[in-house]
């Protein structure tokens, strides 16, 4: 069964940055597409962008130039290095299997979840 494992949120000042942390556990990590998603309170999930095994990455455009997802497949991780972070960008940050998707079915494998606040 695979699972997902989220790490490196907290609390940060606008304009700051913060690195997220995805380990894998279970799953043929090097043949397998992930994302980073999002659900901020009161608001629906979020898809933010999603890399392919061999590392091809999109991104959603609300954090397009801010955010870089990369992997690294020796290891089963993925990361999110979140820069110039804005009050808006606070919300529950998700690992999850799969490329792209608006809903949460979209989706297979999701870790816990890590909170990213964003406040002054």
């Known amino acids: 069964e695979a699972q997902l494992v989220e790490s490196g949120g907290g609390l940060v000042q606008p304009g700051g940055s913060l690195r997220l942390s995805c380990a894998a556990y279970?799953?043929?990590?090097?043949?397998?597409?992930l994302s980073w998603t999002r659900q901020a309170p009161g608001k629906g999930l979020e898809w933010l962008s999603g890399?392919?095994?061999?590392?091809?990455?999109y991104y959603a455009d609300s954090i397009k130039g801010r955010f870089t997802t990369s992997r690294d497949n020796r290891v089963n991780m993925m990361y999110l290095q979140m820069d110039n972070l804005k009050l808006e960008d606070t919300a529950v940050y998700y690992c999850?299997?799969?490329?792209?998707?608006?809903?949460?079915?979209?989706?297979?494998?999701w870790g816990q979840g890590t909170q990213v606040t964003v406040s002054s």
């Open positions: 999850v299997t799969g490329i792209y998707g608006s809903v949460r079915s979209d989706f297979g494998s």
């Open positions: 279970g799953l043929a990590f090097n043949h397998t597409g």
């Open positions: 890399i392919y095994s061999d590392g091809l990455t």
